[in-house]
């Protein structure tokens, strides 16, 4: 976006009411079904950014309009809705600007029904304790569980991870991927907002929020990487060819007419009027006899 592109006030609704009115057509070229079909998906998308003070602020500013005009984009992309119980993305403040957070159930979400989707389900979350006795066969891409099957009352040791056994819509074969505690706590400490009333209500609910996005953050690049492609695609693709009459009978009919065009038209015959008694010459009169005793004139030589 230019310099000149928008004109900042000081009151960032106004800001955000601008420039995604002047962006709007290029917003819904990029979007998923899902969006373009839902009339109020831009404004839940405006109000979720004005919903936190701290991401709102930000709307004043040159960087922060920009930014947050490049995440609803890629949220639209892949199809992620904005607020609910289950909310699929927020916009949180980065350096600056804005960054669009992508929650557990929009991992899933674009994964399994957005325009880029991969897999045919989504994918269970299995907890993993040190006494479960679960094994992989990451060759056929399947959990083997001890015979009998997991006791959940019984002695389980401590939490060692998460497993998730993925389905895939081309046909490819299953995979089985996994997560450590250990991973999942690095990436709390190193990312997540561990002060929030979040984190201080439930850190076993987060760990499995944290251990969902780890697990399914490969198949999620690749869906925003086929959502994008398919969308441009699109916009590529060329327009239909009219459809060409295939009919005998309509183009026999065709080209008699192109015929009967085209032929240089007959003299028009004159037909000689009909003699009537009246309009008959009058016959010549005949030569009156000779006078009697004359000769015939031959005869005179």
């Not at 592109?5 to 990029?30: E, G, S, W």
């Not at 930014?67 to 350096?95: D, W």
């Given at each position: 976006?230019?310099?000149?592109?928008?004109?900042?006030?000081?009151?960032?609704?106004?800001?955000?009411?601008?420039?995604?009115?002047?962006?709007?057509?290029?917003?819904?070229?990029?979007?998923?079904?899902?969006?373009?079909?839902?009339?109020?998906?831009?404004?839940?998308?405006?109000?979720?950014?004005?919903?936190?003070?701290?991401?709102?602020?930000?709307?004043?500013?040159?960087?922060?309009?920009?930014?947050?005009?490049?995440?609803?984009?890629?949220?639209?992309?892949?199809?992620?809705?904005?607020?609910?119980?289950?909310?699929?993305?927020?916009?949180?403040?980065?350096?600056?600007?804005?960054?669009?957070?992508?929650?557990?159930?929009?991992?899933?979400?674009?994964?399994?029904?957005?325009?880029?989707?991969?897999?045919?389900?989504?994918?269970?979350?299995?907890?993993?304790?040190?006494?479960?006795?679960?094994?992989?066969?990451?060759?056929?891409?399947?959990?083997?569980?001890?015979?009998?099957?997991?006791?959940?009352?019984?002695?389980?040791?401590?939490?060692v991870g998460w497993l998730m056994r993925m389905e895939f819509k081309d046909g490819r074969q299953p995979e089985v991927k996994y997560v450590s505690f250990e991973k999942v706590r690095q990436v709390e400490d190193t990312h997540g907002q561990l002060g929030s009333p979040a984190y201080k209500k439930d850190r076993d609910q987060m760990d499995e929020k944290t251990a969902v996005k780890q697990l399914l953050k490969r198949v999620f690049a690749e869906a925003e990487g086929r959502s994008q492609m398919s969308m441009e695609a699109l916009m590529d693709e060329p327009e239909p060819t009219p459809t060409v009459e295939r009919d005998p009978s309509k183009r026999m009919a065709d080209r008699m007419d192109r015929a009967t065009q085209t032929m240089k038209p007959a003299e028009p015959v004159v037909a000689e009027p009909e003699q009537t008694v009246e309009d008959a010459p009058e016959p010549e009169a005949a030569a009156p006899p000779p006078a009697e005793g004359s000769k015939d004139p031959d005869e005179l030589f």
């Open positions: 976006m230019s310099d000149n592109a928008i004109q900042l006030t000081t009151k960032a609704d106004a800001n955000l009411q601008v420039v995604l009115k002047a962006k709007m057509t290029d917003i819904m070229a990029v979007a998923a079904p899902n969006v373009k079909s839902d009339g109020n998906w831009i404004t839940r998308a405006k109000l979720e950014l004005l919903a936190r003070p701290d991401v709102a602020q930000l709307m004043t500013t040159k960087k922060g309009v920009e930014t947050a005009l490049t995440a609803i984009i890629r949220a639209a992309t892949v199809g992620i809705n904005f607020g609910g119980t289950k909310p699929q993305a927020y916009f949180v403040p980065t350096e600056g600007g804005v960054r669009l957070d992508v929650s557990q159930y929009g991992f899933c979400a674009a994964a399994v029904y957005g325009p880029g989707a991969i897999l045919s389900q989504v994918p269970e979350l299995i907890t993993v304790h040190q006494n479960d006795g679960i094994r992989i066969d990451q060759g056929e891409g399947r959990i083997i569980f001890p015979a009998g099957g997991i006791d959940p009352f019984g002695d389980r040791g401590k939490l």
